[in-house]
């Protein structure tokens, strides 16, 4: 999966920054700060080199196998809020009260959101909507592109009012005996559905990334659901060409393999 999705993740990569340039020239009020000298650069590195270890210790534990993706948000919080308190020293008692109390307001609107996606889930499994969904998509089996071109529709659909983790236990396992009896790649399935599923966290009207922002930027909604579509769109477009040529997905697979 790691091998399969670097291509993916250099073309989004790339694609998300060319619109965020695109973005901030055509916006107003936004001026380039000046270039700073390279000492004054050497500073900011050295400045920052404590806040540059953390994105190493998530990778390298996952890589690892240290820890799992949830408990390296753990291990990340606990070391962004050891270096923020005793090596930058910018976080004393009273406020660091306030960053627990904001941390709190934030993950209770994340959980309402994942508690709301849960009974969503349990009301798809009681409708019988998994074996439904097999009876759409198995005619389709000849036509691998089609299928998946249909599977991303619905993922998309769902992922307006799922989180992705109930979206990835209900419904891959019911669609990989269709992906299967297709002749499609089970590592490619996998990559798209992931990335479809990461890009329903963008969307309203559930969207938990987009609540998230909200609540700790203090902006509405509508503000962020503006500032957003750009970005969902050029997502849309991505997957719809990785639909189109899955040898961009499974080319680096035959590289490594």
């Given at each position: 999966?790691?091998?399969?999705?670097?291509?993916?993740?250099?073309?989004?990569?790339?694609?998300?920054?060319a619109?965020?340039?695109?973005?901030?020239?055509?916006?107003?009020?936004?001026?380039?700060?000046?270039?700073?000298?390279?000492?004054?650069?050497?500073?900011?590195?050295?400045?920052?080199?404590?806040a540059?270890f953390?994105?190493?210790?998530?990778?390298?534990?996952?890589?690892?196998?240290?820890?799992?993706?949830?408990?390296?948000?753990?291990?990340?919080?606990?070391?962004a809020?050891?270096?923020?308190?005793?090596?930058?020293?910018?976080?004393g008692?009273?406020?660091?009260?306030?960053?627990?109390?904001?941390?709190?307001?934030?993950?209770?609107?994340?959980?309402?959101?994942?508690?709301?996606?849960?009974?969503?889930?349990?009301?798809?499994?009681?409708?019988?909507?998994?074996?439904?969904?097999i009876?759409?998509?198995?005619?389709?089996?000849?036509?691998?592109?089609?299928?998946?071109?249909?599977?991303?529709?619905?993922?998309?659909?769902?992922?307006?009012?799922?989180?992705?983790?109930?979206?990835?236990?209900?419904?891959?396992?019911?669609?990989?005996?269709?992906?299967?009896?297709?002749?499609?790649?089970?590592?490619?399935?996998?990559?798209?559905f992931?990335?479809?599923?990461c890009?329903?966290?963008?969307?309203?009207?559930?969207?938990?990334?987009?609540?998230?922002?909200c609540?700790?930027?203090?902006?509405?909604?509508?503000?962020?659901?503006?500032?957003?579509?750009?970005?969902?769109?050029t997502?849309?477009?991505?997957?719809?060409?990785?639909?189109?040529?899955?040898?961009?997905?499974?080319?680096?697979?035959?590289?490594?393999?």
């Amino acid at each position: 999966m790691f091998i399969a999705g670097i291509v993916p993740g250099l073309l989004m990569g790339l694609s998300l920054t060319a619109v965020w340039a695109y973005s901030a020239r055509r916006s107003t009020g936004i001026t380039m700060a000046p270039k700073e000298s390279g000492a004054v650069r050497l500073k900011a590195f050295r400045d920052s080199l404590w806040a540059l270890f953390l994105p190493i210790i998530i990778i390298g534990g996952l890589r690892g196998g240290i820890f799992t993706p949830t408990e390296a948000g753990a291990v990340a919080a606990a070391y962004a809020l050891l270096i923020s308190v005793f090596v930058y020293r910018e976080i004393g008692l009273r406020l660091l009260f306030r960053v627990l109390v904001n941390t709190a307001r934030t993950t209770s609107i994340v959980m309402y959101l994942v508690a709301a996606s849960l009974v969503a889930s349990y009301m798809i499994t009681l409708a019988d909507l998994p074996d439904q969904l097999i009876d759409l998509l198995g005619p389709l089996t000849d036509s691998p592109t089609l299928l998946m071109l249909l599977i991303v529709v619905l993922l998309t659909l769902i992922g307006t009012a799922m989180d992705l983790t109930p979206t990835i236990l209900i419904l891959a396992p019911v669609m990989m005996p269709v992906i299967q009896k297709a002749g499609i790649d089970p590592t490619y399935f996998g990559v798209i559905f992931v990335i479809v599923g990461c890009a329903g966290l963008l969307t309203p009207p559930v969207g938990t990334v987009l609540n998230v922002v909200c609540s700790v930027a203090r902006v509405r909604m509508e503000d962020v659901i503006k500032g957003v579509m750009p970005y969902v769109i050029t997502y849309t477009l991505l997957v719809m060409l990785m639909v189109i040529f899955p040898q961009i997905v499974l080319v680096p697979l035959d590289w490594f393999y």
